[in-house]
RNA sequence: UCCCCGAUAGCUCAGCCGGUAGAGCGGGUGACUGUUAAUCACUAGGUCGCAAGUUCGAGUCUUGCUCGGGGAGCCA
């Protein structure tokens, strides 16, 4: 309405008040819906009768007006609303928390029940919402199929990763076995089952039949991470290409962020400037750079050595065979080229079994990319495609192999090649809006000792 | 899991060498001819996170615990 309205209108308004200013002559009410971060102004002179219902009407009250639409003599405002009746008014109790002033984040994640109506968390979920639109969007044009993963599981696609266990027995006496183990047998399923931690193994299958696929689902990790990055809930997208390598991947991934971010910057100008004012100033210059750039590639090699002789004093020593650690990263896509970075063939051993081995017997077709201000954004690889290869790999690294017997048929069967990626929605949403917190990013966020709301 | 920091009014914080609790905002009341987180006046509001200890006396010092924050590891 505030974009769109004309003066001369008469429209009925739904909102939550932020705001009352009275004086003797004139009241003003301020109305968010939510729809953006703008307030509309409602003005009632002294006297009018709609006033009396407008009485008990305080921040945080919801109401529902009637009025015209109006051009503001006031200077905050192109148009305001002069009203005229009252639909709805319901009173918000004094003690209510959120207050016309700057709360910190902290004490809005006591609140997260309501924190959403304050400015900077309402943009935070605005953001959210149409960036999920735009991931789907991006894949849809490109005709991916979409897959909802199942998010009870059987399988550990990383062979690592502590997993949440699902089950129905009784923790206090569960069936034992003569060893005296817990007899998963008589589960609800008649197996041990546990929630997701990737969708990836599942979009591998549908790749094989629909040739370029993505899940995009929440995913769940039991690890005791205590930072500001991790949560034991999240959302992550997951693309998966038949026909592909890892230079197809690359070419997904860049355009997938390069496109997403654009149209996202584009839909909330608003937000971001919110964003840039109070969270992080110089966002939207670094979101333009990533928008704009096209991004380097580098292999690992050739970045464990720039690292070597980069003369920076790190405090984790570099070599071939380590895995690069955030302050590594940063430094090669802020210092060494300045702009998003693909790092890619990384050594087999510090990566997943899945990935396809190089030629030179010692690396993985492996990406990550790195991005200013954060480090790694996603990561990817071409999975390997031989079954008698992938079948080693696995026994190397202990993974039961009749478990994964299905994923192995994906090779005996069709198994052409295939590659993909995953990226933390919730972590792009942390790069994208400032928020240095994901749980600030998450509407009701879950973390190791806390699931409230 | 490890390291560091913090916890005082509803919120954000101040409180010196240990001497008995303060501000701003918010709430309430009143004033004000159009305000923009309005302004002005008055007013209510506190087991100083919890438990012990030292002391004539602890918000202040010590120990333990709980919760929160930052960083690291692991990762997305």
Not at 402 to 409: P, R
Request: hydrophobic letters at 40%; one cysteine or more.
């Amino acid at each position: 309405m505030l974009a769109r309205g004309q003066a001369g209108e008469k429209v009925r308004v739904q909102g939550w008040v932020r705001t009352r200013r009275d004086s003797k002559g004139v009241t003003f009410l301020e109305l968010n819906d939510g729809s953006c971060l703008a307030h509309l102004q409602v003005v009632a002179e002294a006297g009018h009768p709609a006033l009396r219902e407008l009485a008990p009407v305080t921040t945080g009250s919801g109401v529902a007006l009637e009025g015209l639409l109006v051009q503001s003599p006031g200077a905050g405002q192109a148009v305001e609303l002069r009203l005229e009746r009252v639909l709805l008014a319901t009173p918000s109790h004094p003690e209510y928390p959120l207050q016309k002033k700057r709360h910190t984040l902290e004490y809005l994640r006591t609140i997260a029940h309501l924190r959403m109506r304050s400015n900077t968390l309402g943009a935070v979920f605005r953001v959210r919402d149409r960036l999920f639109h735009a991931i789907h969007g991006f894949f849809r044009e490109r005709g991916f199929l979409f897959l909802a993963a199942p998010i009870i599981t059987a399988s550990d696609a990383e062979g690592a990763g502590a997993m949440f266990r699902v089950t129905t027995l009784d923790v206090e006496t569960p069936p034992r076995s003569s060893s005296g183990s817990v007899d998963w047998s008589k589960d609800f399923f008649g197996k041990g089952a546990h929630l997701t931690v990737s969708g990836q193994l599942e979009g591998e299958a549908f790749a094989l039949a629909y040739h370029d696929v993505y899940t995009f689902g929440p995913t769940f990790r039991a690890e005791n991470s205590n930072t500001a990055r991790h949560a034991a809930e999240f959302w992550m997208v997951e693309p998966e290409m038949a026909f592909a390598d890892l230079a197809a991947d690359r070419a997904l991934a860049e355009a997938f962020v390069r496109e997403v971010l654009g149209q996202v910057l584009e839909q909330c100008r608003e937000d971001f400037a919110l964003f840039e004012k109070h969270w992080e100033p110089g966002l939207l210059a670094k979101l333009d750079h990533v928008v704009k750039s096209s991004f380097e590639v580098m292999d690992y090699g050739e970045a464990v050595g720039h690292l070597e002789t980069s003369g920076e004093a790190f405090q984790f020593p570099v070599s071939w065979g380590a895995d690069l650690q955030t302050e590594h990263e940063r430094w090669l896509t802020e210092k060494k080229v300045g702009r998003p970075l693909f790092v890619v063939n990384y050594p087999k051993a510090i990566k997943a079994f899945y990935m396809r081995a190089n030629d030179d017997g010692r690396t993985v077709a492996a990406m990550d990319l790195l991005v200013p201000g954060v480090g790694e954004i996603i990561g990817g690889s071409q999975r390997e495609d031989r079954e008698d290869v992938l079948r080693e790999r696995m026994r190397e690294m202990g993974l039961p192999l009749e478990d994964y017997q299905w994923y192995l048929d994906l090779r005996r069967y069709g198994g052409v090649p295939h590659a993909g990626f995953g990226m933390g929605f919730d972590r792009l949403l942390m790069y994208i809006t400032g928020m240095s917190n994901i749980r600030d990013v998450i509407p009701f966020p879950r973390v190791p000792g806390y699931v409230e709301f």
